[in-house]
């Protein structure tokens, strides 16, 4: 669109903009005109990109964190795993293994009743079988120079029994140990010396 009184050119731009182009201008004036207008309305095209919610961005943030860091440690689940006995590998089998041993090791007699069961040497448990649930048995240790302990093991399914061992003159550190009393003193007889008793009176008598 040329102006007749001017002498100029006009050019429309993007959204209505006008770039006025004076024909005596140089080439070089004009591409750069042209290219500023261009990149001008570019810029206003151009949607904003919208931020993301507060809201949103913080449990993404927070998920990310701790997904990073490492699962907390379970002492009492690792505990109660150390601690857990081996199943049997058939626990309907018709009998029972079970196990005595003591601590410190010696020579000790295991009986059950009137029944020896066995001997528990100083590297060789007792074991024994049993039917299966048939019972608790009452089994007694005894070994040369250290307490008697009585105990009971059952058979509902393989057992281990460990006793420990107290010599004599320690069975007073036992839980529950009393004092044993001292024997009554004998009452000497009459003129034995000591103090005697006095004789009773005869029947009818003042």
Known sequence: ?????????????????????VDAAPAGLVVAALVGTCLLARAHAQA??????????????????????????????AAAAAAE?????????????????????????????NKRLGIIKPKAPLI????????????????????????????????????KLTPVDKKNTIYGYREELPPDEAVAPNGAGGAGVAPLPAAGAP
């Open 128 to 163: 024994i079988e049993r039917p299966r649930d048939s019972g608790p048995m009452d089994v007694v240790f005894k070994s040369q120079g250290y307490v008697t302990v009585h105990t009971r093991i059952y058979t509902f399914t393989n057992s281990t029994l460990a006793v």
């Open 85 to 113: 006995a081996p199943k049997e590998a058939n626990p309907t089998t018709p009998t029972v293994r079970l196990v005595f041993k003591v601590v410190p090791p010696n020579i000790v007699t295991v009986t059950w009743g």
């Open 1 to 21: 669109m040329k102006n007749m009184k001017t002498g100029t050119r006009g050019f429309a731009g993007p959204r209505g903009l006008v770039v006025a182009l």
């Open 48 to 77: 904003p990109v919208a931020a993301p919610a507060a809201g949103s961005a913080r449990p993404a943030a927070a998920a990310a964190s701790q997904a990073s860091l490492p699962a907390p440690a379970d002492p009492a689940g």
